[in-house]
């Protein structure tokens, strides 16, 4: 615990509201309750947790106590703020939940506070892409709008004065699951695949967290390609629909004319897929989510088609970084769980794929990563702490090479592919048990990749 933690704890007063684990959506917490003069006091399970410098030198007088969840102090309060990184599981909040303390989060604390109408993404793939391409067309619609919560700035800092006329919020599960009064104007699950299956107790654990998105009365979009979701419906509400496949009456998909692919709405032709900036069936299937959220938050289709024209994707989301003797490379470092690799491939698999995967597998079984690499992926090039797990469950289906870095994978990339192959990072895995964050892992991929392209000799 730090000198100053340690002189705040004695203070031992009661406070109403205790943030339990600090870092950036802790800090936000602080900093919202500090400017509307509310006290409260922080938590945290590490000695020196991030934001804890700034905490100290903003709120000099704040109690704090680090190296573990102090007891005493949550069950003074009223509420806990607890953030995302912390399961509401933890012995110490089913304590103080039994005992009457109120457990909540930094989403549900926006939901008391903001007026404007909300835009909630949620799901295991593609929730950053839609989030920023809601924000996009909103934009280019003329609407003063906001995007944050799980991208970008927290759900709390982007409350003003002054309210938008509309805000656009990415969920996680972890956020979900201290949410309780959202009233989304819009609101959907993406789709369902194995994720986080280290803090869930199975996949209809996970899906029901998500599923939270949907509380309220606004407009539920539902794919319904994803079985999962497709449970979620509720034949009380409005529901809009999207599918890869061609749509109904009333709902978004795919038609085909002149030997090309529409988004469509009904039979109503929107855009040919040729026209998009962005590719893949991934994004496609992320273009006619974020028309649909769109279309349930009264925004023209025209802004949102010319964005589609013209936005070229995330960074680190199946990002092309270089073609090279008839080879093109990808970066999709974003890829940190199963069912996002799984995208990515079916997106590109009308080329051999060499596959670079590896990292913290967090609790996943990767089933449905061996389906999809049947037939698509000519060779498996695995590294970091869950290469055993993938090797035994992709070797039947494909050639595998292990090696012990990403560097070295690029290496052998680099040596076996051949003209018409994709080389594709698409980890399938968290990235912390080699790296920073999967930033981190994309900037070391992309050097790699420049240093080979560029020097055209092995690295």
Not at 91 to 120: K, M, N, T, Y
Not at 178 to 202: F, K, P, Q, W
Not at 232 to 242: A, K, L, Q
Not at 345 to 365: E, M, W
């Amino acid at each position: 615990m730090t000198e100053k933690s340690r002189m705040n704890k004695q203070h031992n007063l009661n406070v109403d509201t205790v943030i339990v684990g600090l870092g950036v959506t802790g800090l936000s917490c602080a900093r919202f309750l500090g400017s509307r003069g509310l006290s409260f006091a922080v938590t945290d399970t590490r000695e020196t947790p991030p934001g804890l410098v700034e905490l100290m030198e903003e709120f000099p007088n704040t109690v704090i106590s680090t190296s573990e969840l102090d007891l005493d102090l949550i069950m003074s309060a009223k509420q806990c703020l607890v953030s995302p990184g912390i399961s509401i599981k933890t012995p110490a909040l089913i304590d103080a939940e039994q005992a009457g303390v109120e457990i909540i989060g930094d989403i549900e604390l926006f939901a008391r506070h903001a007026d404007a109408p909300v835009v909630s993404i949620t799901g295991a793939n593609g929730k950053s892409t839609v989030t920023t391409l809601v924000y996009e067309m909103a934009k280019a619609a003329g609407l003063d709008v906001r995007a944050g919560g799980n991208l970008g700035l927290p759900a709390l800092d982007l409350i003003d004065d002054i309210e938008p006329d509309l805000y656009i919020l990415e969920l996680s599960s972890f956020q979900l699951e201290t949410t309780h009064n959202l009233n989304s104007l819009a609101a959907t699950v993406l789709n369902i695949s194995e994720d986080h299956m280290d803090r869930y107790a199975g996949i209809a654990d996970y899906a029901g967290a998500k599923e939270r998105v949907y509380q309220g009365s606004g407009a539920m979009i539902i794919n319904s390609d994803d079985p999962a979701v497709g449970r979620m419906t509720n034949v009380n509400r409005e529901i809009i629909r999207f599918t890869l496949n061609e749509p109904m009456e009333s709902e978004f998909g795919i038609l085909h004319k002149d030997n090309e692919a529409w988004l469509a709405f009904g039979d109503q032709y929107l855009i040919s897929i040729s026209e998009m900036k962005i590719q893949g069936l991934h994004n496609i299937s992320n273009a006619l989510a974020a028309l649909a959220l769109g279309r349930a938050a009264g925004i023209a289709d025209e802004p949102m088609l010319d964005v589609l024209r013209t936005w070229p994707g995330l960074s680190h989301r199946c990002e092309w970084i270089a073609e090279h003797n008839g080879v093109d490379w990808y970066n999709d470092s974003k890829g940190t769980n199963e069912g996002a690799t799984v995208a990515a491939i079916n997106g590109f698999a009308d080329r051999p794929i060499i596959l670079i995967a590896g990292g913290d597998g967090k609790g996943a079984k990767f089933n449905d990563l061996a389906t999809a690499a049947k037939g698509a992926v000519k060779q498996a090039i695995l590294f970091g702490k869950d290469a055993p797990l993938l090797e035994n469950k992709l070797q039947a289906v494909t050639e595998i090479i292990r090696v012990k870095d990403l560097a070295e994978a690029v290496k052998v990339a680099g040596k076996i592919a051949v003209k018409g192959d994709r080389v594709l990072l698409s980890p399938a895995c968290a990235s912390l048990d080699m790296f920073k964050n999967y930033i981190v892992r994309a900037e070391e991929f992309i050097k790699a990749v420049n240093e080979f392209v560029n020097q055209g000799v092995e690295i």
